[in-house]
């Protein structure tokens, strides 16, 4: 796999226009994306894939001209053997335009719970489509096949395919329609065992007081059928990109489909409020992007660590190789902070750098770095991913308990990337693979099935590592308390006893973790468990803004390492059944990845600082290393450094780490 990266501009002209996000002299900047001298400057620094804007949903008459641009485009950028992917839209139109076109696409329009149709954000001349509407469905696989036939591209990517929160998701009869099937699909003749009631004649979807109880000020959804409300729109969400996918593959099946899934997706309860989880979306792509808005790789002045790693660490949990593109990177050393990441944890798979019609100059001072870089591509991305350790993200945790489980994930992520702990961050797919790994970190998430809890006991009695923090696994996967914790038999005999509570309004068990004072320990089978019972932030968390503000997030702020998080990486070492392979001694805002190949180990470092070189960064390698250890610095002369032996394995010092190094050690 090369060093790729792309230059790209999305937005057709009718859209700035329209948006007023344009330039006095944005007839110009729109000529001069598309020109010769556009795909020439790609070239000369090594572009491989040029993105450019096809279809942005005012209708397929209206975009006539938008779509001959690109065909004429594309044919350029393929005599200069560069890759083109097209930009379509998703959900949103333009009503104006594209009712007019298409007056029956009147009936597809999403209809919140108050029959009204729903803008895109203060875009108030977009208008959401409804994502289940057979008419918009066959709509979008005629726009696929009519620019795919127009351009002829390598890629397709689709963008803002999203539901919208409560109470505009989506209530036309189509959907009212799908969710009772949904239901009976789900509940079977389980129905009133499950939710209490025996039919579902004349249930809907759920209808919320949008001042007094605005949906997301619930702290935990428990009715099975609001939460059935969450996963019936996520599923929906995936039927819709499966059929886009297979449109594409039924064209060409090397054409790749490839969609934004979202944005800031690991601090938003993404399930509730757009029905985007990123396990589903992946199912139905062949990639996916993810605006990660304030995560540009950096230092802050008071020297927190901000990392864009989350999204290859979730990504690389699917095998897939995601790269993040830049945003924001105002300076060269910015930019070359971006690339360092890129390297370290995409494989070198950078994303978009830059728009077609870039400031003059834009590239000059990383055109350097990009060669350098592609003169070391294949080690780049050489090996597999060494990952012993999986940090949970579950999606019955994250949707229906409102906020802990979203920052307890951002918390602890933080705390294992700058405590250079090699892990991926794992979905519920895990429960299939947990082979893979030796450890599991589960960050409050109380939420775990009958089957899930089976799977991950069975893991630890075969020498597995867990570690439970806040309320893990204390209710099933409807958030139904468990009475008897599943890791109870783990821990001392009295070990939980002062944990179940019962107390008013409703008399139902609650187990309070609190209550445990300190971290306990305890083994199954031949497995560790530890359970440490709270994480402290260490930011300010604004919770005044929780009663009102809809959709609680993670700020960027927020996302710092706990007070514990020394602590936390001691129990994931504790409970490991062996060591790592590699560990990393360095400063916090040094990030780290590990690979390996048969006779290889790889390990990636950047310096996210753009102050200073970081100093005293050491590897502990815990195997039989066979001779010197090659290091790679970013623009750089690779140069060998001698491993000494130390402890029970080898050290290898590098005296300064400037910007980014990728050290390549022989194992026996
Ligand atoms: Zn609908």
Redesign the pocket.
Known sequence: MPVSYSLGAHEPLAHRLRTGNAATDERQRYAEEVSDAALDRAVAIGADTVHIACYKGFGLEHEKDTIARAADFAARARKRDLHVSIYVQGAPVYYETFLAETPEAADWL?TNQFGQHVPWGFQVFRRYM?L??PGFIEYQQKMIRTVVDAVGPDDVFMDNVSWNPPPND?H?P??QRDFRRHLERTFGDRLEDETGIASLDHVEIPRTDPFFYPPDSFRLIRDPIHQESVRFRVQSLRRYLQAMYDTVKSIDAKMTFGCNAGCDHFRVNTPYTSGQWIEDIDAATDHWSLEEFAFRPRVEPDGSVVSKARINKVAEFYGRTIGRGMWGEATDDDRRVTIGEALTFARGRIGGIGNLAAPKGYFDGIAPTLKWARGLQEKIAAGRIVAPVASLRLLASQAFVRFAPMHYGCMTEQALLEGHVPFLIATDAIFDRLDEFSVVVMPNMPALSDRQVELLRRFVQRGGGLLLIGQSATTDERLRVRTNHPFADAFAPDALDSLLEMGPPHFVPRVDVSRLTHTIHGELGSGKVAWLPTLTPTSTVQWQRDPYFPFRIVLPEEVRPPAEATELIQLVKAVAPWPFPVEVEAPRHVMAEYRRDDDRLYVHLVNLSTDAAARDVALHVNEPVAGEATVHPMDGKAFSVQPRAAGQGWRIDLPLLDRYALVEIAVK
């Open positions: 999403v409804c289940s509407a989506c036309c189509c959907c």
